[in-house]
């Protein structure tokens, strides 16, 4: 099935956008310039799929928020239907960014989330709606290709609102979310680096990551 985030979704990110206009004025100019580029967000999400997870969307047009359909001209994409369909999921997959926040130097992210408070809390809002889309999809497993995604996924003295882990599971190689409220108990978690670009996954481990995933799925009893 597949979801229309923009329905569902668009007015916590416009609520968002609306709280942090009251601390504009005590941040610096140039996280100012960042918030007032808009959000990004792509604008579907398959349930019962794979999921892919970035940081945040580039900066790379006008701006102004949107909700993104046209995802198949940007090369960061192109490794994702690959997988899907070479592990079994037949294209049903999903991408999703924990921030909405357009910028493409990663480091001027962390470094404003390290420094400001009030910035942090306006990210740690645009994480809140990531997880309620990460429940909605109710994906089988999630691929998370970015280092400092992992920090907001896994790390709670970094993020007030992690997901919460078992301990490693061994039978698969990774771990599994613990979270029976919301409907994603035992999901099934990898952390990789990029999948494109210059510190992009070698030929090798993308093997070995397409490996683990159809791998997980004949253990969780996924029909390949």
Avoid at 154 to 174: P, V
């Amino acid at each position: 099935m597949q979801i229309k985030v923009e329905t569902r979704f668009k007015t916590d990110y416009d609520q968002i956008w609306n709280n942090v206009k009251s601390v504009i004025p005590k941040l610096p100019n140039n996280y100012v310039e960042i918030i007032n580029r808009g959000y990004d967000v792509i604008d579907h999400l398959f349930t019962d799929g794979l999921l892919f997870v970035g940081l945040n969307p580039a900066f790379k047009t006008n701006p102004g928020s949107s909700f993104n359909n046209s995802i198949d001209k940007y090369p960061y994409f192109k490794p994702f239907p690959e997988i899907s369909k070479k592990c079994g999921f037949n294209g049903d997959f999903s991408v999703l960014d924990i921030l909405a926040v357009r910028c493409t130097a990663q480091s001027t992210i962390r470094d404003a989330i390290n420094k400001n408070s009030d910035f942090k809390e306006f990210c740690q809002s645009q994480f809140d709606v990531f997880k309620k889309m990460v429940c909605a999809a109710r994906p089988k497993v999630i691929v998370v290709c970015n280092a400092y995604a992992r920090e907001w996924m896994k790390n709670r003295n970094f993020n007030k609102n992690a997901f919460d882990f078992y301990d490693f599971d061994e039978n698969i190689g990774t771990y599994r979310i613990k979270d029976s409220n919301l409907d994603l108990d035992r999901t099934p978690v990898l952390f990789t680096s990029m999948l494109t670009g210059q510190r992009a996954l070698d030929k090798g481990s993308l093997e070995r990551l397409e490996w683990q995933i159809k791998h997980i799925s004949i253990i969780d009893g996924r029909r390949m």
